[in-house]
C-alpha cells in the first residue's frame, strides 16, 4: 500500500543555513558574506504569504511574499542598520529578498540583503528544512 502524496505547502516553522560567499567589485575589489543562519516562520492565509524571518541577532524581520505552485518569494520589511561608508559611520535601510522552490520538507533557494531602492546581485545559496 503506498501512502497519499502529500500536497507542497510553505506554511510552518523552517531552520535554514545559507552558505558564505564572497566576489569581485567592478573596480576590481572584493566583498563578502559570511554563513548565516536562522529560523522562518511562514503563515499562508487567503493565498497571502507572510511570516518573520530571524537571523542570528534575534530580531524578526516581518516579510510578505507570494507562492505560485512550488515557486516562492518574500521580501521582509527595510529596517535601519548600521553602515560605515567612506569611514563614516552612518545608517541605511535593508530588507532581505528570499526567491526559491518549495520541495516538501525542504526549501532551496537564494537570500540577499538588498539596500532599500536597490537591487543586489550578491546572492547567497540557502537550504531551509521544516521543523517537525
Do not use: C, Y
Request: aromatic share 8%; hydrophobic share 35%.
Amino acid at each position: 500500500m503506498t501512502g497519499a502524496v502529500q500536497p507542497r505547502t510553505l506554511a510552518g516553522t523552517w531552520t535554514l543555513t545559507a552558505e558564505a560567499i564572497t566576489g569581485s567589485t567592478p573596480n576590481g575589489g572584493s566583498w563578502g558574506r559570511d554563513a548565516i543562519a536562522g529560523t522562518v516562520v511562514i503563515e499562508l492565509k487567503n493565498g497571502a504569504v507572510t511570516g518573520t524571518w530571524t537571523g542570528p541577532k534575534g530580531e524578526p524581520w516581518p516579510f510578505m511574499g507570494q507562492v505560485e505552485l512550488a515557486l516562492f518569494e518574500f521580501t521582509t520589511t527595510p529596517r535601519e542598520m548600521p553602515v560605515t561608508l567612506n569611514g563614516r559611520q552612518g545608517t541605511a535601510r535593508f530588507r532581505w529578498r528570499f526567491r526559491g522552490e518549495n520541495d516538501h520538507d525542504t526549501l532551496r533557494g537564494t537570500m540577499v540583503l538588498d539596500r532599500e531602492g536597490e537591487e543586489s546581485n550578491r546572492l547567497q545559496p540557502f537550504t531551509a528544512t521544516r521543523r517537525k
